[in-house]
């Protein structure tokens, strides 16, 4: 059986760095982001906690090509599918924590 994925955007405060991530434990994979369990990685050291944006697949290697394409996007287009998904950037965290 395939396992699902997710894709999903990271923010700061500020809203001046973006992240790009892919897992398949959207829920689990935030919380590591907001609790900085890996203190050296590049969401901890830019203090990425916020989750602006995700996408779901039915399987990981589908969100895998995903996160690949969004990386390769300029800081616009990436703006862009964000603002057109939540417009004022809100974290997204409390509403992923509800999924089943």
């Not at 992240?19 to 590591?32: F, H, K």
């Not at 203190?39 to 916020?50: E, G």
């Not at 944006?53 to 996007?73: G, M, P, T």
Request: glycine letters at 4%; one cysteine or more.
């Amino acid at each position: 059986m395939e396992r699902g994925g997710c894709i999903y955007i990271l923010t700061n405060f500020q809203k001046t760095t973006l992240y790009i991530g892919v897992t398949s434990d959207l829920r689990s994979r935030i919380y590591e982001h907001q609790n900085k369990i890996y203190p050296k990685s590049f969401s901890a050291k830019y203090n990425l906690t916020h989750c602006i944006y995700y996408e779901v697949f039915s399987s990981i290697e589908e969100a895998i090509d995903r996160e690949k394409q969004l990386k390769k996007w300029n800081r616009r287009k990436k703006e862009t599918l964000i603002n057109d998904f939540n417009p004022n950037w809100n974290d997204l965290t409390d509403i992923i924590n509800e999924w089943d």
